[in-house]
């Protein structure tokens, strides 16, 4: 598959990696991640140009994110309605709320890099949960930065092991991802336990 990539990349440039970058976000199953790091890669031969690589996928992945953050502010009111049938989601749902008033500006910039399978979906539960345009915008394009940089910076410089680079970026986020889930399933059960004892 990584050949077939690659010469897509090379036939399609930039065109190709903005629109996986916008795409990723929206929960479509796009290695956009290998892609840029195919893309750097390919700038470090001079096939193709850094910075015109860097703007192109960034503009994608943020345009990405703003579909994503509006397609929840879009279906807020049918949640909010079906979360409210019950006591227990309506907690939930205000819960949520809560925690994206609170801790959601990191949580959105961390999910653009460093746990990137969750964005598509902090991009929606961002929209759904009433997180500010301005406030999701800052820390959604500041973690976009990162990972465009990050991701075509390591293809660039490490473009002759960039089979094993991917392989290893890959699996540390994955495995990171892994971890913040479980960290938060361990925490919502712990305060689920303390409200029910007191």
């Given at each position: 598959m990584s050949d077939w990539l690659t010469q897509a990349l090379l036939t399609y440039g930039p065109l190709l990696l903005g629109l996986s970058t916008f795409a990723c976000c929206l929960i479509v199953p796009i290695p956009a991640s290998w892609l840029m790091l195919a893309a750097g890669a390919l700038a470090s031969t001079g096939a193709m140009s850094l910075p015109v690589l860097l703007v192109v996928a960034y503009v994608g992945a943020v345009l990405g994110d703003q579909l994503g953050y509006f397609t929840g502010v879009a279906i807020h009111d049918r949640v909010q309605a079906i979360a409210g049938r019950h006591r227990r989601s309506a907690q939930l749902f205000q819960n949520a709320q809560d925690l994206t008033a609170s801790r959601g500006g990191l949580g959105v910039f961390l999910s653009r890099w460093l746990l990137s399978p969750l964005g598509p979906y902090v991009n929606i539960i961002s929209g759904a949960a009433e997180m500010t345009w301005a406030r999701f915008t800052l820390w959604a394009s500041l973690g976009k930065l990162v990972w465009v940089g990050l991701y075509c910076g390591v293809g660039f410089v490490f473009a002759q092991n960039l089979p094993r680079v991917a392989r290893m970026l890959?699996?540390?986020?994955?495995?990171?991802?892994?971890?913040?889930?479980?960290?938060?399933?361990?925490?919502?059960?712990?305060?689920?336990?303390?409200?029910r004892k007191a």
């Open positions: 890959g699996g540390l986020t994955w495995a990171l991802t892994g971890v913040a889930i479980l960290t938060a399933i361990i925490a919502i059960y712990w305060q689920r336990r303390r409200k």
